[in-house]
């Protein structure tokens, strides 16, 4: 018998998730969409003086990888740059991709195992990452 898919990890992650919520200011925001599972998110950030995330608000509608992966980006964003978050994503497409198995690329994120082998999954997970980055790269 195989493991199951969706762990209680993942699901207690997945209800994790804020609702979104008013922020003091936005500074970016951006709206993405997986074409292979149509999952979509949106994202608005507020960055300090050094453009690092300061605060974030999402809206997502997604499998429960994609909100347990939105609920540890939601965790882990403050204090990131672009880069970082954008290097982070990078380990995480390849971790996915078994292509090396060290999981840290950003916290949490060993809790999303069982999708690893689900390549259906991988948009769903890389999602939120994704409508970050646009969303620091849309900030004034």
Do not use: N
Not at 43 to 54: G, K, Y
Request: with cysteine; charged share 25%; net charge negative.
């Amino acid at each position: 018998m195989s493991a199951p898919l969706y762990t209680t990890e993942v699901l207690r992650l997945a209800a994790s998730l804020s609702e979104p919520h008013q922020l003091d200011r936005e500074d970016g925001c951006a709206e993405v969409r997986s074409p292979t599972c149509g999952s979509r998110v949106c994202m608005t950030v507020q960055l300090d003086d050094e453009r690092r995330v300061e605060r974030l608000s999402m809206q997502v509608q997604a499998c429960a990888f994609g909100q347990a992966s939105a609920a540890l980006v939601e965790r882990h964003s403050r204090g990131r740059t672009h880069d970082e978050v954008s290097e982070a994503m990078l380990a995480l497409s390849r971790w996915l991709a078994c292509e090396h198995g060290d999981d840290d690329g950003w916290p949490g994120i060993v809790a999303l195992s069982p999708a690893r082998d689900r390549k259906a999954r991988h948009g769903a997970i890389l999602l939120p990452f994704r409508a970050l980055l646009a969303a620091i790269e849309a900030a004034r």
